[in-house]
T-cell receptor, first 113, second 112 residues
């Protein structure tokens, strides 16, 4: 069975500090991977997607970056947090090139103060 | 402007009742639709996909798609308190997830 794990579960960080959020997918080789951002009660905004190791496409510019160092790992980061980065970050995977229902992790809650 | 609009923003239904809500796309290229459900503090989970005109039923959930009007709806029969959640419609111009656009969301509250 496939599992998706996000870390950390929650963070409180200061404006201007760095951030790293992680996501690991087990039980599925070569998945498509995605990062989404969600304001409280709001819609889901796709940030990045990756179809293979080392290849990441940016969907929106929010002073964030993403990397895929391994087939099963997706990292979201920034060197300097802004207040507007607060929210709920969700990692998701889908099968490559078929069906493509998204399977989400449990999310990482970020509060920037 | 949001390409995928949902209505209503929120609704309340009694336990055992029918919950119905809607999704409309402003982009005629969107031909593939999904419904997702998100409980508070959790990640969204896919309920069902619908790609063809007409009805698709999965258990207590029925989706209806009208491609001509770019309208899709979801109906929950025999609503349970566990159905209380934020529901998202998602649309894409192809079956891939890279271009999946999520709607504005409908909050459903089911009261015992």
């Amino acid at each position: 069975a496939q599992t998706i794990h996000q870390w950390p579960v929650a963070e409180i960080k200061a404006v201007g500090s760095p951030l790293s959020l992680g996501c690991t997918i087990k039980g599925k080789s070569s998945p498509n991977l995605y990062w989404y951002w969600q304001a409280t009660g709001g819609t889901l905004q796709q940030l990045f997607y990756s179809i293979t190791v080392g290849q990441v496409e940016s969907v929106v510019q929010l002073n964030l970056s993403a990397s895929r160092p391994k087939d099963d790992q997706f990292i979201l980061s920034t060197e300097k947090l802004l207040l507007s980065h607060s929210g709920f970050y969700l990692c998701a995977w889908s099968l490559r090139d078929s069906g493509n229902t998204l399977y989400f992790g449990e999310g990482s809650r970020l509060i920037v103060v | 402007q949001q390409k995928v609009q949902q209505s209503p923003e929120s609704l309340s239904v009694p336990e055992g009742g029918m919950a119905s809500f809607n999704c409309t796309s402003s982009d005629r290229n969107f031909q593939y639709f999904w419904w997702y459900r998100q409980h508070s503090g959790e990640g969204p989970k896919a309920l069902m996909s619908i790609f063809s005109d007409g009805d698709k039923k999965e258990g207590r959930f029925t989706a209806h798609l009208n491609k001509a009007s770019l309208h899709v709806s979801l109906h929950i029969r025999d609503s349970q308190p566990s159905d209380s959640a934020l529901y998202f419609c998602a649309a894409s111009s192809y079956q891939g997830g890279r271009a999946l656009i999520f709607g504005t969301g409908t909050t459903v509250s089911v009261s015992p």
